[in-house]
T-cell receptor, first 114, second 118 residues
Framework: GQQVMQIPQYQHVQEGEDFTTYCNSS?????IQWYKQRPGGHPVFLIQ?????EVKKQKRLTFQFGEAKKNSSLHITATQTTDVGTYFC??????????????FGKGTLLTVNP | DAGVIQSPRHEVTEMGQEVTLRCKPI?????LFWYRQTMMRGLELLIY????????DSGMPEDRFSAKMPNASFSTLKIQPSEPRDSAVYFC????????????????FGPGTRLTVT
């Protein structure tokens, strides 16, 4: 079945350093989504990428979708303590119906040392 | 606007007891998902409803787990009998209908129910 792999599993940075997490799928994805889960919280939708090679920015966060639509990355510039949390990528897997279920990666836990 | 509502937020029960988790999706959303999250296994999809109909329950661990969605604004996940290995955080999420462009799958998660089975 479809698998979504994320690396690294953990990343600890000093405040102000950059951070990148990578997501790879075993199959081509129609789109990819990114979520953030704060410690003790629930996953919160960040963004969705649809087009091959697409790049989107949200303030200090830059999201990329690979040309082959099988990989994606999230880059955070100059991390802040508010960036702490687990970042998940998720790809849809068709199972019929008008919406699709998502396969989530295991996530990358980011900790930031102030 | 109210997000996805889940109850209870915390549940502690003894092995063998029945547990019922509840979810109210966001109004207008037509897909509902139940997930289980543990440190070991991450975020696992248990079951998925579309327009109140169960579409895929392949993630349900075993017959002890059952889920219903009697109407568009309510769903339950039941575990009977519960076991210690069921201890986890259970999330409910809902998703809006796919738009005309065909791409609208973002999911909105509830706060979760932390279940502890002793």
């Amino acid at each position: 079945g479809q698998q979504v792999m994320q690396i690294p599993q953990y990343q600890h940075v000093q405040e102000g350093e950059d951070f990148t997490t990578y997501c790879n799928s075993s199959t081509t994805l129609s789109n990819i989504q990114w979520y953030k889960q704060r410690p003790g919280g629930h996953p919160v939708f960040l963004i969705q990428l649809v087009k091959s090679g697409e790049v989107k920015k949200q303030k200090r966060l830059t999201f990329q979708f690979g040309e082959a639509k099988k990989n994606s990355s999230l880059h955070i510039t100059a991390t802040q303590t508010t960036d702490v949390g687990t970042y998940f990528c998720a790809g849809p897997m068709s199972s019929g119906g008008s919406n699709y279920k998502l396969t989530f990666g295991k996530g990358t836990l980011l900790t930031v040392n102030p | 606007d109210a997000g996805v509502i889940q109850s209870p937020r915390h549940e502690v029960t003894e092995m063998g007891q029945e547990v019922t988790l509840r979810c109210k999706p966001i109004s207008g959303h037509n897909s509902l998902f139940w997930y289980r999250q543990t440190m070991m296994r991450g975020l696992e999809l248990l079951i998925y409803f579309n327009n109140n109909v169960p579409i895929d329950d392949s993630g349900m661990p075993e017959d002890r787990f059952s889920a219903k969605m009697p109407n568009a604004s309510f769903s339950t996940l039941k575990i009977q009998p519960s076991e210690p290995r069921d201890s986890a955080v259970y999330f409910c999420a809902s998703s809006p209908p796919r738009g005309l462009a065909g791409v609208s799958y973002e999911q909105y998660f509830g706060p979760g129910t932390r279940l502890t089975v002793t």
